[in-house]
């Protein structure tokens, strides 16, 4: 099993999702003789889930059923276990975007967190290209290797323990994109363009604070950078629905069908618009923003190197 490679079917030691429902699902690391609980009852992996096809649906032992999904970077991002506060697909996609990723690009990031956008980046830049990552924390530098490891990534990933404001990336001239996400990014710009190739990589930051903005903006300019951008993304999701509406009475209704010629009797007349004025109603779709958005994830400061 590999996050970038799709399986047709489950494998002893791979991680998958359960899927209960679009607001419930978690992951599951697929071992011989183990039992995972769900509200619909008991998964036994040596028979529900080994041999397998992913996307099946499996029966629990209440009669209720789920079904077993592929992992990919999106419901990795969805499932995973938080050692940090992580990116989620809103600006995942535009950073990809933006730092123009394609297979075979070379990455530099920091801070590592909890890997949500490391997967992202790695399925981007697959199968030949490379992410170098850079922990600060000793702790969480060693469970992203073993998340990597287990995820059949490892060998797409280069994950360094140290201070990426003082160390830098480990790498010179040779990224085509750094992503910096770290509480003083202005203090790595000078190792994120010494990590980037000559001329033309692409560079972003991601900051919740604009006064952090500020500061890395200036950097940015100070070390010859152009292109400066910063960006917000929100996602707003629109309820579609139909809509009828009564069309008044003005009193020029039987008028307008004696001029038509409109015969309500005939038929082939039913769907007309006429046919409408006649029923009394009208109907539209409609889109009505939900009362609930997401709000402020952070900035994302976007540059190029000349």
Sequence with gaps: MSFVEYGDTIKDGDTA??????????????QHGTVTQTKYGVIRHSTDLIGKKYGSKVTCSKGGWVFILHPTPELWTMNLPHRTQILYSTDISLITMMLELKPGSIVC???TGSGSLSHALIRTVAPTGHLYTVEFHQ?????????????????????TNQDVCKNGFGVSNVADAVFLDIPSPWDAIGHAKSALKAEGGRICSFSPCIEQVQRTCLAMEEYGFTEINTLEILLRVYNVRTISLQI???GKAAEDNSSTGFD???PSHQGSPCANLQQG????KSG??????????GYLTFATKS
């Design 248 to 250: 008044p009475d003005l």
């Design 17 to 30: 999702i359960v899927f209960l429902g679009h607001e419930s699902m978690f992951p599951v690391k697929v």
């Design 281 to 284: 109603t009208v109907q539209f």
């Design 288 to 297: 009505v923003p939900l009362r609930e958005v997401v709000g402020h994830t």
């Design 264 to 266: 309500s009797s005939d």
């Design 139 to 159: 702790q969480r530098a060693e469970k992203a290797r073993e998340e990597f490891r287990e995820h059949g990534v490892e060998h797409l990933v280069t994950v």
């Design 109 to 111: 990031e920091s801070g």
